[in-house]
Protein backbone atom coordinates (compact mmCIF):
# COMPACT_ATOMS: atom_id res chain seq x y z
CA UNK A 1 0.00 0.00 0.00
CA UNK A 2 2.87 2.51 0.75
CA UNK A 3 4.49 1.76 -2.86
CA UNK A 4 0.92 2.83 -4.27
CA UNK A 5 0.61 -0.80 -6.08
CA UNK A 6 -3.29 -2.10 -5.95
CA UNK A 7 -1.59 -5.37 -8.04
CA UNK A 8 0.48 -6.49 -5.79
CA UNK A 9 -1.27 -5.33 -2.38
CA UNK A 10 -4.33 -7.04 -3.48
CA UNK A 11 -2.30 -10.06 -4.01
CA UNK A 12 -1.32 -9.98 -0.57
CA UNK A 13 -4.40 -9.55 0.65
CA UNK A 14 -5.70 -12.68 -1.33
CA UNK A 15 -2.62 -14.44 0.19
CA UNK A 16 -3.29 -13.58 4.00
CA UNK A 17 -7.03 -13.86 3.32
CA UNK A 18 -5.96 -17.91 1.85
CA UNK A 19 -3.68 -18.71 4.48
CA UNK A 20 -6.50 -17.43 7.27
CA UNK A 21 -5.49 -14.41 8.40
CA UNK A 22 -8.48 -12.66 10.03
CA UNK A 23 -10.26 -9.91 7.90
CA UNK A 24 -10.48 -7.81 10.88
CA UNK A 25 -6.71 -7.67 11.66
CA UNK A 26 -6.27 -6.89 7.84
CA UNK A 27 -9.27 -3.77 8.28
CA UNK A 28 -7.32 -2.45 11.33
CA UNK A 29 -3.33 -2.55 9.16
CA UNK A 30 -5.47 -1.01 6.25
CA UNK A 31 -6.81 1.57 8.31
CA UNK A 32 -3.91 2.16 10.22
CA UNK A 33 -2.31 2.99 7.14
CA UNK A 34 -4.76 5.38 6.18
CA UNK A 35 -3.92 7.36 9.53
CA UNK A 36 -0.30 7.39 9.35
CA UNK A 37 0.78 6.72 5.82
CA UNK A 38 -2.29 8.74 3.85
CA UNK A 39 -2.96 11.31 6.35
CA UNK A 40 -4.69 14.51 5.53
CA UNK A 41 -3.56 13.83 2.04
CA UNK A 42 -6.78 12.30 1.43
CA UNK A 43 -8.86 12.78 4.85
CA UNK A 44 -11.64 10.67 3.11
CA UNK A 45 -9.06 7.57 3.13
CA UNK A 46 -9.87 6.74 7.52
CA UNK A 47 -13.78 7.61 7.02
CA UNK A 48 -13.50 4.85 3.63
CA UNK A 49 -11.62 2.42 5.67
CA UNK A 50 -14.01 2.75 8.62
CA UNK A 51 -17.10 2.22 6.35
CA UNK A 52 -15.61 -0.78 4.70
CA UNK A 53 -14.92 -1.94 8.12
CA UNK A 54 -18.43 -1.73 8.91
CA UNK A 55 -19.53 -2.83 5.88
CA UNK A 56 -17.53 -6.13 6.47
CA UNK A 57 -18.79 -6.52 10.18
CA UNK A 58 -22.23 -6.59 8.60
CA UNK A 59 -21.66 -8.70 5.49
CA UNK A 60 -19.11 -11.10 6.71
CA UNK A 61 -17.56 -13.68 4.89
CA UNK A 62 -16.71 -13.82 1.52
CA UNK A 63 -18.88 -11.12 0.40
CA UNK A 64 -17.73 -8.90 3.19
CA UNK A 65 -14.77 -8.68 1.87
CA UNK A 66 -14.71 -7.47 -1.03
CA UNK A 67 -14.99 -4.00 1.35
CA UNK A 68 -11.73 -4.87 2.57
CA UNK A 69 -10.27 -5.07 -1.39
CA UNK A 70 -11.66 -1.74 -1.62
CA UNK A 71 -10.30 -0.08 1.10
CA UNK A 72 -7.27 -1.42 0.53
CA UNK A 73 -6.84 -0.21 -3.18
CA UNK A 74 -8.25 3.35 -2.35
CA UNK A 75 -5.27 3.53 0.04
CA UNK A 76 -2.69 2.42 -2.62
CA UNK A 77 -3.59 5.07 -4.75
CA UNK A 78 -4.09 8.08 -2.67
CA UNK A 79 -2.48 10.44 -2.18
CA UNK A 80 0.68 9.90 0.88
CA UNK A 81 1.58 11.97 3.69
CA UNK A 82 2.77 11.42 7.31
CA UNK A 83 3.17 14.94 8.15
CA UNK A 84 0.43 14.72 11.01
CA UNK A 85 2.24 11.70 12.08
CA UNK A 86 5.73 13.03 12.30
CA UNK A 87 3.96 16.28 13.67
CA UNK A 88 2.66 14.33 16.45
CA UNK A 89 5.66 12.49 17.44
CA UNK A 90 7.43 15.79 17.55
CA UNK A 91 4.59 17.18 19.70
CA UNK A 92 4.84 14.28 22.35
CA UNK A 93 8.68 14.81 22.44
CA UNK A 94 8.40 18.23 23.12
CA UNK A 95 5.43 17.79 25.75
CA UNK A 96 7.86 15.53 27.79
CA UNK A 97 11.07 18.22 27.45
CA UNK A 98 8.91 21.19 28.73
CA UNK A 99 7.64 19.16 31.62
CA UNK A 100 4.78 20.82 33.01
CA UNK A 101 4.81 24.45 31.87
CA UNK A 102 2.00 26.06 32.18
CA UNK A 103 -0.13 27.98 29.53
CA UNK A 104 0.00 31.32 29.28
CA UNK A 105 -2.08 33.25 32.01
CA UNK A 106 -4.40 34.75 29.06
CA UNK A 107 -6.19 31.79 28.20
CA UNK A 108 -6.73 30.43 31.83
CA UNK A 109 -10.13 31.16 33.16
CA UNK A 110 -10.41 33.41 36.28
CA UNK A 111 -13.61 31.78 38.23
CA UNK A 112 -12.02 33.89 40.89
CA UNK A 113 -11.12 37.65 42.37
CA UNK A 114 -7.73 36.32 43.70
CA UNK A 115 -7.36 34.44 39.76
CA UNK A 116 -8.33 37.95 37.87
CA UNK A 117 -5.62 39.56 40.28
CA UNK A 118 -2.77 37.31 39.43
CA UNK A 119 -3.96 38.05 35.74
CA UNK A 120 -5.27 35.04 34.50
CA UNK A 121 -7.63 35.95 31.40
CA UNK A 122 -5.89 39.11 30.95
CA UNK A 123 -5.39 40.41 27.67
CA UNK A 124 -6.89 37.17 26.29
CA UNK A 125 -8.33 38.18 22.50
CA UNK A 126 -11.89 36.38 21.45
CA UNK A 127 -11.11 35.26 17.74
CA UNK A 128 -14.31 35.56 16.44
CA UNK A 129 -14.20 39.51 17.61
CA UNK A 130 -11.36 39.96 15.06
CA UNK A 131 -12.04 41.42 11.50
CA UNK A 132 -10.67 38.09 10.19
CA UNK A 133 -11.32 35.83 13.09
CA UNK A 134 -8.42 35.23 13.77
CA UNK A 135 -6.29 36.57 17.20
CA UNK A 136 -3.04 35.42 16.74
CA UNK A 137 -1.89 35.32 20.33
CA UNK A 138 0.21 33.07 21.79
CA UNK A 139 -0.91 29.61 23.15
CA UNK A 140 2.15 27.96 24.13
CA UNK A 141 3.72 28.19 27.69
CA UNK A 142 4.93 31.95 27.82
CA UNK A 143 8.78 30.33 28.53
CA UNK A 144 8.82 28.72 25.09
CA UNK A 145 9.28 29.89 21.68
CA UNK A 146 6.85 28.97 18.51
CA UNK A 147 7.82 25.41 17.37
CA UNK A 148 6.82 24.45 13.97
CA UNK A 149 5.54 20.71 14.63
CA UNK A 150 3.16 20.52 11.82
CA UNK A 151 4.72 20.65 7.68
CA UNK A 152 2.13 19.86 5.37
CA UNK A 153 3.24 18.08 2.32
CA UNK A 154 2.65 19.36 -1.33
CA UNK A 155 -0.25 16.51 -2.21
CA UNK A 156 -3.36 15.86 -1.90
CA UNK A 157 -5.55 17.82 0.49
CA UNK A 158 -2.57 18.80 2.49
CA UNK A 159 -1.85 21.01 -0.23
CA UNK A 160 -4.80 22.95 0.99
CA UNK A 161 -3.58 22.93 4.34
CA UNK A 162 -0.42 24.59 3.38
CA UNK A 163 -1.94 27.24 2.37
CA UNK A 164 -4.23 27.83 5.25
CA UNK A 165 -1.32 27.10 7.73
CA UNK A 166 0.45 29.92 5.77
CA UNK A 167 -2.08 32.25 5.73
CA UNK A 168 -2.50 31.98 9.60
CA UNK A 169 1.07 32.31 9.95
CA UNK A 170 1.11 35.70 7.99
CA UNK A 171 -1.44 36.92 10.15
CA UNK A 172 0.51 35.89 13.25
CA UNK A 173 3.34 37.29 12.16
CA UNK A 174 1.82 40.86 10.76
CA UNK A 175 -0.03 41.05 14.35
CA UNK A 176 3.73 40.82 16.08
CA UNK A 177 4.71 43.88 14.73
Known amino acids: MRGSDPDAALYWLGRMLEGGEDPRYLMRRITRMAVEDVG ?24 GELAIAQALTYICLAPKSNAVYKAYKGARKLARSTGSEPPPKHILNAPTKLMKDQGYGSGYAYDHDAEDGFSGQN ?33 RAKRKT
Open 139 to 171: YFPDTMERPSLYEPVERGFERELKKRQDYFAGL
Open 40 to 63: LADPQAQAFCLQAWETYERLGSPE
